[in-house]
Protein backbone atom coordinates (compact mmCIF):
# COMPACT_ATOMS: atom_id res chain seq x y z
CA UNK A 1 0.00 0.00 0.00
CA UNK A 2 0.98 3.54 -0.57
CA UNK A 3 0.98 6.26 2.20
CA UNK A 4 1.09 9.85 0.88
CA UNK A 5 0.51 13.27 2.65
CA UNK A 6 -0.01 16.45 2.22
CA UNK A 7 -0.25 19.64 4.50
CA UNK A 8 -2.52 22.82 4.79
CA UNK A 9 -3.57 25.43 6.89
CA UNK A 10 -6.97 25.84 8.19
CA UNK A 11 -7.85 29.51 9.26
CA UNK A 12 -11.25 29.92 11.77
CA UNK A 13 -14.16 32.07 10.57
CA UNK A 14 -12.92 34.07 13.96
CA UNK A 15 -10.73 33.78 17.27
CA UNK A 16 -12.32 30.50 19.67
CA UNK A 17 -11.80 31.37 23.12
CA UNK A 18 -11.59 28.65 25.25
CA UNK A 19 -10.23 28.69 29.25
CA UNK A 20 -6.93 27.58 28.59
CA UNK A 21 -6.03 29.39 25.25
CA UNK A 22 -7.42 31.24 22.20
CA UNK A 23 -6.83 29.55 18.33
CA UNK A 24 -7.26 31.60 15.22
CA UNK A 25 -5.95 28.83 12.82
CA UNK A 26 -4.13 25.49 12.57
CA UNK A 27 -2.54 23.11 10.41
CA UNK A 28 -3.94 19.94 8.68
CA UNK A 29 -1.89 17.36 7.05
CA UNK A 30 -4.32 14.97 4.64
CA UNK A 31 -3.61 11.47 4.29
CA UNK A 32 -3.95 9.19 1.66
CA UNK A 33 -3.64 5.23 1.57
CA UNK A 34 -3.78 3.48 -2.02
CA UNK A 35 -4.27 -0.03 -2.49
CA UNK A 36 -5.30 -1.49 -5.81
CA UNK A 37 -6.36 1.87 -7.40
CA UNK A 38 -8.56 2.81 -4.31
CA UNK A 39 -7.93 5.84 -2.14
CA UNK A 40 -8.88 5.97 1.48
CA UNK A 41 -8.82 9.40 3.02
CA UNK A 42 -8.19 10.74 6.97
CA UNK A 43 -6.64 13.98 8.50
CA UNK A 44 -4.55 14.97 11.49
CA UNK A 45 -4.42 18.50 13.32
CA UNK A 46 -1.95 20.08 14.55
CA UNK A 47 -2.36 20.84 18.46
CA UNK A 48 0.08 22.37 21.18
CA UNK A 49 -2.09 20.77 23.95
CA UNK A 50 -1.31 17.46 22.54
CA UNK A 51 1.91 18.10 21.11
CA UNK A 52 1.84 17.70 17.61
CA UNK A 53 3.35 19.77 15.22
CA UNK A 54 3.76 19.40 11.85
CA UNK A 55 7.18 18.19 11.99
CA UNK A 56 6.25 15.67 14.41
CA UNK A 57 2.87 14.45 12.42
CA UNK A 58 5.38 13.92 9.33
CA UNK A 59 7.70 12.01 11.16
CA UNK A 60 5.66 9.71 12.24
CA UNK A 61 4.11 9.05 8.59
CA UNK A 62 7.43 8.47 7.14
CA UNK A 63 7.80 5.62 9.71
CA UNK A 64 4.29 4.49 8.85
CA UNK A 65 4.90 4.74 5.20
CA UNK A 66 7.35 2.03 5.63
CA UNK A 67 5.27 -0.34 7.65
CA UNK A 68 2.15 0.18 4.86
CA UNK A 69 4.83 -0.66 2.16
CA UNK A 70 4.79 -4.21 2.85
CA UNK A 71 1.00 -4.94 3.59
CA UNK A 72 -1.15 -6.37 1.00
CA UNK A 73 -4.15 -6.55 3.16
CA UNK A 74 -5.43 -3.34 4.30
CA UNK A 75 -8.42 -5.25 6.75
CA UNK A 76 -5.25 -6.84 8.87
CA UNK A 77 -3.60 -3.72 9.77
CA UNK A 78 -2.91 -3.52 13.68
CA UNK A 79 -2.18 -0.40 15.17
CA UNK A 80 0.63 1.43 14.55
CA UNK A 81 2.91 2.88 16.90
CA UNK A 82 1.88 6.69 16.49
CA UNK A 83 0.73 10.09 18.56
CA UNK A 84 -2.95 9.34 19.01
CA UNK A 85 -4.18 12.08 16.71
CA UNK A 86 -1.07 10.38 13.82
CA UNK A 87 -2.79 7.22 14.32
CA UNK A 88 -6.57 8.18 14.10
CA UNK A 89 -5.74 9.76 10.81
CA UNK A 90 -4.41 6.65 9.28
CA UNK A 91 -6.94 4.67 11.22
CA UNK A 92 -9.75 6.66 9.41
CA UNK A 93 -8.02 6.50 6.19
CA UNK A 94 -7.94 2.46 6.21
CA UNK A 95 -11.52 2.38 7.27
CA UNK A 96 -12.20 4.38 3.99
CA UNK A 97 -10.06 2.54 1.75
CA UNK A 98 -11.55 -0.87 3.17
CA UNK A 99 -15.57 0.97 2.86
CA UNK A 100 -14.73 1.67 -0.89
CA UNK A 101 -13.37 -1.24 -1.53
CA UNK A 102 -16.26 -2.74 -0.77
CA UNK A 103 -18.97 -0.42 -2.05
CA UNK A 104 -20.40 0.23 1.29
CA UNK A 105 -20.48 3.35 3.92
CA UNK A 106 -17.54 2.86 6.83
CA UNK A 107 -20.75 2.49 9.37
CA UNK A 108 -21.68 -0.85 8.07
CA UNK A 109 -18.21 -1.68 7.94
CA UNK A 110 -18.63 -1.09 11.68
CA UNK A 111 -21.28 -3.50 11.90
CA UNK A 112 -24.04 -0.53 11.84
CA UNK A 113 -26.40 -1.44 9.10
CA UNK A 114 -28.15 1.71 9.62
CA UNK A 115 -27.32 5.41 10.21
CA UNK A 116 -29.89 8.44 10.33
CA UNK A 117 -29.44 12.27 10.03
CA UNK A 118 -27.83 13.44 14.02
CA UNK A 119 -28.43 16.80 15.80
CA UNK A 120 -24.62 18.04 16.64
CA UNK A 121 -23.76 20.64 19.32
CA UNK A 122 -22.39 23.88 18.59
CA UNK A 123 -19.78 25.34 20.60
CA UNK A 124 -19.89 28.91 21.82
CA UNK A 125 -16.88 30.10 22.96
CA UNK A 126 -15.91 32.21 25.89
CA UNK A 127 -17.01 35.99 25.01
CA UNK A 128 -18.83 39.26 26.46
CA UNK A 129 -22.19 38.01 27.58
CA UNK A 130 -24.04 40.09 24.86
CA UNK A 131 -22.06 38.11 21.71
CA UNK A 132 -22.97 35.20 23.48
CA UNK A 133 -26.40 35.73 23.37
CA UNK A 134 -26.49 37.32 20.18
CA UNK A 135 -24.54 34.07 19.12
CA UNK A 136 -27.03 31.78 20.72
CA UNK A 137 -30.33 33.64 19.48
CA UNK A 138 -28.55 33.35 15.83
CA UNK A 139 -27.89 29.43 15.83
CA UNK A 140 -30.78 28.48 17.24
CA UNK A 141 -32.32 30.56 14.20
CA UNK A 142 -30.77 28.35 11.77
CA UNK A 143 -31.75 24.98 13.42
CA UNK A 144 -29.69 23.82 16.45
CA UNK A 145 -31.16 22.35 19.03
CA UNK A 146 -27.80 21.73 21.06
CA UNK A 147 -25.62 24.34 22.19
CA UNK A 148 -22.00 23.84 24.82
CA UNK A 149 -21.14 26.68 26.08
CA UNK A 150 -17.75 27.00 27.27
CA UNK A 151 -16.57 28.77 31.08
CA UNK A 152 -13.67 28.96 33.29
CA UNK A 153 -11.81 32.47 32.67
CA UNK A 154 -13.67 34.69 34.82
CA UNK A 155 -15.15 35.19 38.26
CA UNK A 156 -18.66 33.09 38.87
CA UNK A 157 -21.24 36.14 38.66
CA UNK A 158 -20.01 36.74 35.00
CA UNK A 159 -19.95 33.55 33.69
CA UNK A 160 -23.60 32.96 35.52
CA UNK A 161 -25.01 35.95 33.42
CA UNK A 162 -23.17 34.97 30.48
CA UNK A 163 -25.02 31.52 30.87
CA UNK A 164 -28.49 33.09 32.02
CA UNK A 165 -28.28 35.40 29.09
CA UNK A 166 -28.01 32.46 26.50
CA UNK A 167 -30.35 30.40 28.32
CA UNK A 168 -33.33 33.21 27.68
CA UNK A 169 -31.57 33.80 23.95
CA UNK A 170 -32.17 29.75 23.24
CA UNK A 171 -35.11 28.61 25.94
CA UNK A 172 -35.70 25.42 24.15
CA UNK A 173 -32.03 24.50 23.58
CA UNK A 174 -30.35 21.13 24.99
CA UNK A 175 -27.47 23.60 27.08
CA UNK A 176 -24.22 21.70 27.66
CA UNK A 177 -20.68 22.97 29.50
CA UNK A 178 -17.28 23.18 29.49
CA UNK A 179 -14.58 24.46 31.55
CA UNK A 180 -11.96 22.83 30.15
CA UNK A 181 -10.52 21.51 33.39
CA UNK A 182 -10.43 25.59 34.77
CA UNK A 183 -12.17 24.67 38.12
CA UNK A 184 -10.89 23.28 41.39
CA UNK A 185 -13.10 20.32 43.09
CA UNK A 186 -15.11 22.46 45.42
CA UNK A 187 -15.40 25.71 43.28
CA UNK A 188 -16.64 22.50 40.21
CA UNK A 189 -19.09 21.53 42.68
CA UNK A 190 -20.32 25.50 43.79
CA UNK A 191 -20.77 26.05 40.00
CA UNK A 192 -22.35 23.22 39.53
CA UNK A 193 -25.44 24.01 41.97
CA UNK A 194 -25.58 27.22 40.65
CA UNK A 195 -25.68 26.22 36.90
CA UNK A 196 -28.73 23.44 37.95
CA UNK A 197 -31.49 26.29 37.14
CA UNK A 198 -30.57 27.02 33.73
CA UNK A 199 -31.66 23.06 32.96
CA UNK A 200 -28.07 22.23 31.97
CA UNK A 201 -28.10 18.80 30.46
CA UNK A 202 -24.33 18.15 31.28
CA UNK A 203 -20.80 19.34 32.20
CA UNK A 204 -17.29 17.51 30.67
CA UNK A 205 -14.30 17.82 32.69
CA UNK A 206 -14.86 20.46 35.29
CA UNK A 207 -11.79 20.06 36.88
CA UNK A 208 -8.15 19.70 35.97
CA UNK A 209 -7.35 15.78 34.71
CA UNK A 210 -5.07 13.98 36.37
CA UNK A 211 -7.37 13.07 39.24
CA UNK A 212 -9.81 10.45 38.25
CA UNK A 213 -10.75 9.69 41.75
CA UNK A 214 -11.70 13.63 42.79
CA UNK A 215 -13.43 13.89 39.08
CA UNK A 216 -15.50 11.13 40.52
CA UNK A 217 -16.06 12.86 44.02
CA UNK A 218 -17.23 15.65 42.16
CA UNK A 219 -19.61 13.72 39.74
CA UNK A 220 -21.54 11.95 43.12
CA UNK A 221 -22.11 15.70 44.28
CA UNK A 222 -22.77 17.02 41.40
CA UNK A 223 -26.79 18.13 40.25
CA UNK A 224 -25.55 18.34 36.83
CA UNK A 225 -24.40 14.80 35.00
CA UNK A 226 -20.56 14.78 34.71
CA UNK A 227 -18.86 13.82 31.15
CA UNK A 228 -14.84 12.81 31.92
CA UNK A 229 -13.25 14.23 28.55
CA UNK A 230 -9.29 14.41 28.96
CA UNK A 231 -9.31 11.65 32.10
CA UNK A 232 -11.22 9.13 29.24
CA UNK A 233 -8.43 9.23 26.97
CA UNK A 234 -7.54 5.76 26.65
CA UNK A 235 -9.52 2.52 27.47
CA UNK A 236 -7.31 2.08 30.71
CA UNK A 237 -8.84 5.59 31.79
CA UNK A 238 -12.27 4.51 31.32
CA UNK A 239 -11.96 0.75 33.29
CA UNK A 240 -9.84 3.01 36.15
CA UNK A 241 -13.44 5.61 35.97
CA UNK A 242 -15.70 2.68 35.79
CA UNK A 243 -19.09 3.40 36.58
CA UNK A 244 -18.35 6.68 38.62
CA UNK A 245 -19.12 9.38 36.36
CA UNK A 246 -22.36 9.87 33.73
CA UNK A 247 -20.51 10.47 30.67
CA UNK A 248 -17.08 9.64 28.95
CA UNK A 249 -16.28 11.98 25.85
CA UNK A 250 -14.85 10.26 23.21
CA UNK A 251 -12.43 12.11 20.96
CA UNK A 252 -10.65 10.27 18.39
CA UNK A 253 -7.74 12.02 17.95
CA UNK A 254 -7.36 11.62 21.98
CA UNK A 255 -7.83 7.97 21.69
CA UNK A 256 -6.19 6.89 18.17
CA UNK A 257 -9.27 6.25 15.75
CA UNK A 258 -12.38 4.46 15.40
CA UNK A 259 -10.87 0.84 16.39
CA UNK A 260 -9.82 2.58 19.66
CA UNK A 261 -13.22 4.39 20.06
CA UNK A 262 -15.40 1.21 19.85
CA UNK A 263 -13.24 -0.19 22.90
CA UNK A 264 -14.28 2.47 25.29
CA UNK A 265 -17.60 2.73 23.73
CA UNK A 266 -18.15 -0.37 24.52
CA UNK A 267 -16.57 -0.56 27.72
CA UNK A 268 -18.12 2.57 28.73
CA UNK A 269 -21.66 1.40 28.10
CA UNK A 270 -20.96 -2.07 29.38
CA UNK A 271 -20.75 0.39 32.60
CA UNK A 272 -23.57 2.12 32.39
CA UNK A 273 -22.15 5.08 31.25
CA UNK A 274 -23.58 7.52 28.70
CA UNK A 275 -20.94 8.39 25.58
CA UNK A 276 -20.35 11.71 23.84
CA UNK A 277 -18.67 12.06 20.64
CA UNK A 278 -16.21 15.19 20.93
CA UNK A 279 -13.97 16.34 18.31
CA UNK A 280 -11.17 19.16 17.51
CA UNK A 281 -11.00 21.88 15.09
CA UNK A 282 -11.00 20.34 11.79
CA UNK A 283 -12.39 19.83 8.10
CA UNK A 284 -14.78 17.70 7.48
CA UNK A 285 -12.60 15.09 6.36
CA UNK A 286 -11.14 14.97 9.84
CA UNK A 287 -14.84 14.72 11.56
CA UNK A 288 -16.50 12.32 9.36
CA UNK A 289 -14.96 8.80 10.80
CA UNK A 290 -16.61 10.42 13.86
CA UNK A 291 -20.07 10.86 12.36
CA UNK A 292 -20.37 7.31 11.65
CA UNK A 293 -19.85 6.27 15.32
CA UNK A 294 -23.20 8.78 15.89
CA UNK A 295 -25.59 5.70 16.63
CA UNK A 296 -23.54 5.39 20.01
CA UNK A 297 -23.72 8.61 21.68
CA UNK A 298 -26.18 10.13 23.56
CA UNK A 299 -23.92 13.44 23.12
CA UNK A 300 -22.62 14.48 19.45
CA UNK A 301 -20.63 17.70 19.66
CA UNK A 302 -19.43 17.57 16.02
CA UNK A 303 -19.25 20.89 14.69
CA UNK A 304 -14.89 21.40 14.77
CA UNK A 305 -15.86 22.30 10.83
CA UNK A 306 -18.38 24.87 11.31
CA UNK A 307 -15.96 26.74 13.02
CA UNK A 308 -13.63 27.13 9.43
CA UNK A 309 -13.17 30.35 7.27
CA UNK A 310 -13.52 27.65 4.44
CA UNK A 311 -13.82 24.00 4.96
CA UNK A 312 -11.87 22.14 2.02
CA UNK A 313 -14.14 19.05 2.54
CA UNK A 314 -17.62 18.73 2.07
CA UNK A 315 -19.98 15.70 3.39
CA UNK A 316 -21.10 15.77 6.66
CA UNK A 317 -23.73 18.84 6.55
CA UNK A 318 -24.10 19.97 10.02
CA UNK A 319 -24.54 24.28 8.86
CA UNK A 320 -27.90 23.72 9.96
CA UNK A 321 -27.36 22.00 13.37
CA UNK A 322 -28.05 18.41 11.92
CA UNK A 323 -25.21 16.34 10.49
CA UNK A 324 -25.66 14.18 7.08
CA UNK A 325 -24.56 11.67 5.19
CA UNK A 326 -24.31 12.73 1.79
CA UNK A 327 -22.29 9.88 0.04
CA UNK A 328 -22.70 6.40 0.56
CA UNK A 329 -18.96 5.17 0.01
CA UNK A 330 -16.60 5.49 2.51
CA UNK A 331 -16.64 7.98 5.13
CA UNK A 332 -19.17 10.08 2.79
CA UNK A 333 -17.00 13.26 2.20
CA UNK A 334 -15.01 14.71 -1.04
CA UNK A 335 -12.77 17.75 -1.59
CA UNK A 336 -14.98 21.15 -1.91
CA UNK A 337 -13.49 21.94 -4.66
CA UNK A 338 -15.35 19.00 -6.86
CA UNK A 339 -18.85 19.58 -5.09
Avoid at 148 to 165: S, T
Avoid at 184 to 190: D, I, M, T
Wanted: hydrophobic share 45%.
Amino acid sequence: MKLRWVVRSLALREPFRISRSVMSERDAVTVEIEHDGVIGHGEVVTSEYYGLTVERIETELAAAREVLAGVDDPGQIQPLDCAPGVSAALDSALHDLVARLRGVPVFEVLGEARWQPTPTAYTIGIMPTESAARTARELTARGFTVLKVKLGAGEQRRELARLAAIREAAPDTRLLLDPNGAWEPEQAVRMLKAVEEFGIEAVEQPIKPGTPDLLAEVAARSPVPVIADEDAATVEDVRVLGPRVHGVNVKLPKCGGIRAAREIIDLARGNGVDIMLGCLVASSLGIAPAVHLTGFARWVDLDGHLLLAHDPWTGIGGADGVLRLAGDLGLGVRPAELS
